[in-house]
């Protein structure tokens, strides 16, 4: 298992590190949906994806990722942070971004956790249109 999964307070916190896999994805997104289900108000999430030295998903995980948590829904609009430095995990991030079409989750792409919390204790946003 290449992820830890932490709830500090009102977070939902995704440690990703080593080889990432298709089946690492499938196990973190279960444990996530788990998380959530134990908690009486939807969390944001921070998915920190620094520690990851190579990714084994590719854009089909990515989608069939996306399309789960699209059908997904939430007691809030929830704020999902992806940390992200090297190349290769931006572009990674990128693509689950474009593909999310769930209206309760906000997308952004963030280069430290501290960036995260300051974007999760700013105002709500308006959707895009």
Do not use: C
């Not at 620094?50 to 929830?78: H, K, L, N, P």
């Amino acid at each position: 298992m290449s992820f830890k999964l932490t709830t500090p307070g009102a977070v939902l916190f995704a440690r990703v590190f080593g080889v990432f896999t298709a089946a690492d994805l499938t196990r973190l997104a279960a444990e996530a949906e788990a998380a959530e289900a134990s908690h009486p108000d939807s969390l944001d999430r921070v998915t920190d994806l620094t520690a990851v030295d190579r990714f084994e998903v590719g854009f089909r995980e990515i989608y069939r990722f996306a399309m789960r948590r699209s059908a997904q829904r939430f007691s809030r609009v929830v704020k999902s942070a992806i940390v992200a430095r090297e190349p290769v995990q931006v572009g990674t991030a990128r693509v689950y971004e474009a593909l999310n079409d769930n209206p309760q989750i906000r997308v952004r792409i963030v280069r430290s956790v501290a960036e995260a919390t300051r974007w999760f204790a700013g105002p709500e946003e308006e959707p895009e249109e």
